[in-house]
């Protein structure tokens, strides 16, 4: 079974600052990883999808790392914006699976 | 292009009622999957449908059914409802469900049980 955590729990950030969220999971027979944005109440609002074979993926400010040998992905957001805050969900998808796994988030406050 | 919707929104029911809940996906994807969302056990996922047959159960009791239609909408049934059943239950759709594609996911439908 395939475990994620995400590090930290909670973030707090004054506006402006670069935020950096850690995902790892157990199992590395992952055949993508895809980072998701959740606002309160809401769905998810897909981020960045990065393949296994892909070391990085980038959208404007957003920049996802993965090393799926080590069983880790960052998530790098620069220059912070109040609008940024939100919870953000990993979830690797091992290859022979028809589901994701998710890990239980890292909720980001930018402070304005 | 219109995005994933879900009815009803919200729901409100009392223990041992049962709900449907309804998914319509991105046009032209026929794979759907559904997770129920709670803060005690985060993000779970519940079955995948694609082309009406259902490919993959995650680990719920029978009470939780689904169904895919051939318009590829699709809908998920829990009978007997108990309290912790109360969650958002999410539904994610892509165009065939394979693994190298990304997952959209609608706004939710909110569930209480009283």
């Known amino acids: 079974k395939q475990e994620v955590t995400q590090i930290p729990a909670a973030l707090s950030v004054p506006e402006g600052e670069n935020l950096v969220l850690n995902c790892s999971f157990t199992d590395s027979a992952i055949y993508n990883l895809q980072w998701f944005r959740q606002d309160p109440g809401k769905g998810l609002t897909s981020l960045l999808l990065?393949?296994?074979?892909?070391r990085e993926q980038t959208s404007g400010r957003l920049n996802a790392s993965l090393d799926k040998s080590s069983g880790r992905s960052t998530l790098y957001i620069a220059a912070s914006q109040p609008g940024d805050s939100a919870t953000y969900l990993c979830?690797?998808?091992?290859?022979?699976?028809?589901?994701?796994?998710f890990g239980a988030g890292t909720t980001v406050t930018v402070r304005a | 292009k219109a995005g994933v919707t879900q009815t009803p929104r919200y729901l409100i029911k009392t223990r041992g009622q049962q709900v449907t809940l309804s998914c319509s996906p991105i046009s032209g994807h026929r794979s759907v999957s559904w997770y129920q969302q709670t803060p005690g056990q985060g993000l779970q996922f519940l079955f995948e449908?694609?082309?009406?047959?259902?490919?993959n159960k995650g680990n719920f009791p029978g009470r939780f059914s689904g169904r895919q239609f051939s318009n590829s909408r699709s809908e998920m049934n829990v009978s007997t409802l108990e309290l912790g059943d109360s969650a958002l239950y999410l539904c994610a759709s892509s165009k065939s469900g394979s693994s190298e594609e990304t997952q959209y996911f609608g706004p939710g439908t909110r569930l209480l049980v009283l």
């Open positions: 990065i393949q296994s074979s892909q």
């Open positions: 979830a690797p998808r091992r290859s022979n699976d028809y589901k994701l796994s």
């Open positions: 449908y694609f082309s009406e047959t259902q490919r």
